[in-house]
């Protein structure tokens, strides 16, 4: 699924013209991508929890030549599932 199949579902269920419903879409992705990037955490009950949490550095390793490259800290995105998604993920 890309973003064009969740803006044609939003503006079906909703009724909205498809102009209307990607201006909506864009705009929730636009504030998810905000408060993550702030570093807050996001609850979306029934759907899961977006998170960032930080990233150990380490060492890793180059595929072509076999040497070792140390790898920075950083930070990662986590997502969680919620209990009614992982229990409708889960039937199928």
Same mark, same amino acid.
């Given at each position: 699924?890309?973003?064009?199949?969740?803006?044609?579902?939003?503006?079906?269920?909703?009724?909205?013209?498809?102009?209307?419903?990607?201006?909506?879409?864009?705009?929730?992705?636009?504030?998810?991508?905000?408060?993550?990037?702030?570093?807050?955490?996001?609850?979306?009950?029934?759907? !899961?929890?977006? =998170?960032?949490? /930080?990233?150990?550095?380490? #060492?890793?390793?180059? $595929?072509?030549? !076999?040497?070792? =490259?140390?790898? /920075?800290?950083?930070?990662? #995105?986590?997502?969680? $599932?919620?209990?009614?998604?992982?229990?409708?993920?889960?039937?199928?």
């Amino acid at each position: 699924m890309i973003k064009l199949d969740i803006v044609n579902r939003v503006a079906e269920k909703t009724g909205v013209p498809k102009q209307k419903a990607e201006q909506v879409v864009d705009a929730l992705f636009n504030a998810m991508k905000d408060a993550l990037a702030d570093g807050n955490r996001i609850e979306l009950r029934g759907f !899961g929890v977006f =998170v960032v949490k /930080p990233r150990k550095r380490g #060492i890793g390793r180059n $595929p072509r030549t !076999g040497k070792e =490259v140390p790898i /920075p800290a950083g930070k990662t #995105i986590r997502f969680k $599932p919620g209990k009614e998604l992982q229990a409708k993920t889960s039937k199928k």
